[in-house]
């Protein structure tokens, strides 16, 4: 029969087993590139007036396509979580400007997405995408 020490060392071993597959994924990401050139360009804000929407309008079509680019990899294709935490009910949580603050830097293991690929406009999209998630 296993003793208690002997399941909480295991119980260790498997968090930081998980914990390092986390950093070498994101490593990994970060390393490649999460976009390639045609991406990237998909990703580009239109040039003509109408789709230029001030910064007031976030487009969710926008911010959905954003997340699932950037985050849908660590955070889920949902935003139920994985190696990242969850982003379902993340309005309850933190404010859009704490949101904002942790896209612009991030703390953890989370890779660094801003300014590029996620520019100011993408990342208002992506901010009010996150907000409306249930």
């Excluded at 976030?58 to 997340?67: E, H, K, S």
């Excluded at 612009?104 to 907000?131: F, N, Q």
Aim: one cysteine or more.
């Amino acid at each position: 029969m296993a003793t208690r020490a002997s399941l909480s060392s295991g119980f260790e071993r498997v968090t930081s087993l998980r914990q390092n597959l986390g950093l070498i994924a994101v490593s990994l990401i970060a390393a490649a590139g999460p976009h390639t050139p045609a991406a990237a360009q998909e990703a580009a804000v239109p040039a003509d007036p109408a789709a230029s929407a001030s910064l007031d309008e976030p487009d969710l079509v926008r911010g959905r396509r954003a997340y699932q680019r950037n985050c849908a990899v660590c955070h889920g294709p949902r935003g139920e979580g994985g190696l990242g935490p969850p982003m379902r009910g993340i309005g309850s949580r933190l404010s859009a400007d704490e949101i904002t603050r942790q896209l612009k830097t991030p703390r953890g293991v989370m890779p660094r997405l801003y300014p590029s690929p996620i520019d100011e406009r993408l990342l208002v999209d992506l901010r009010a995408w996150l907000l409306q998630l249930p």
